[in-house]
């Protein structure tokens, strides 16, 4: 005998160990995350400084930063569920995003519903196209990201110019099948119209597997439709 114990005892101990500080750290990223429900109150009077900051969370998790972003994800889903349901307004959404996408800079859902639900219900088109390079930056050679930011720039900025080249570039990456290359022709022809707007709209609700952003899309279909057949339901 040796003194130590065996080398399968170590290891039992390492993953005990491993398995004692993931509880820890999900509790203390729970405890943190429970600032956020506050938020889902159509009364609450808070201010924005009273949530976790990314630096705060990323000291709290412990490493695991993975199960933070998820974890605040969750809250951030449930959250816009409230503003759908008309429970709150999404004053503290972008906040939320930001955060999700500072702990896991490859949560590519965060960055793809994130930006729709700022452009469209925050009517906040600079935050969107921030958050979209933001993605961006961290996925280069992500497709839907690439091509939600021609969307962004054909749908909210109108600038067709731009919206073209970001569906160019889209149109070259693995998972293109060719509709980027079709928006890419509709924008160099400044297709700004309904039919086209709602073409994109289509896209991506049937390429999404976000409900929430199915529904959107769905809701301004019927917007534009409405509009295409002289019913006059609100403006897009």
Do not use: C
């Not at 503290?92 to 500072?102: E, G, K, N, Q």
């Not at 961290?138 to 962004?152: Q, R, S």
């Not at 409405?226 to 897009?236: H, M, N």
């Amino acid at each position: 005998m040796n003194g130590f114990p065996p080398s399968g005892g170590r290891s039992v101990k390492a993953a005990t160990l491993r398995f004692a500080v993931l509880l820890l750290a999900a509790a203390l990223v729970h405890i943190s995350a429970r600032a956020v429900e506050p938020v889902a109150s159509a009364k609450a009077k808070i201010k924005i400084s009273y949530l976790p900051t990314s630096d705060f969370v990323r000291m709290v998790s412990l490493g695991y930063r993975e199960l933070a972003a998820d974890l605040y994800w969750f809250k951030a889903v449930q959250y816009y569920g409230g503003y759908r349901l008309e429970q709150n307004d999404l004053v503290f959404f972008t906040h939320l995003v930001d955060l999700i996408t500072d702990l896991d800079p490859r949560f590519l859902g965060a960055y793809k519903l994130g930006a729709i639900v700022i452009a469209q219900d925050l009517d906040n088109f600079s935050e969107a196209i921030r958050l979209l390079n933001k993605g961006l930056r961290h996925n280069p050679d992500d497709y839907w990201l690439t091509f939600e930011m021609g969307f962004l720039h054909y749908m909210g900025g109108r600038d067709y110019k731009a919206a073209e080249k970001y569906f160019r570039v889209a149109a070259t990456l693995p998972a293109s099948d060719g509709r980027a290359a079709r928006f890419a022709a509709e924008a160099a022809a400044r297709g700004g119209n309904i039919e086209a707007s709602i073409m994109l709209w289509r896209e991506l609700a049937a390429h999404s597997d976000n409900r929430y952003l199915r529904e959107l899309a769905e809701k301004y279909i019927r917007k534009l439709e409405a509009r295409r057949a002289g019913r006059g339901e609100g403006s897009v």
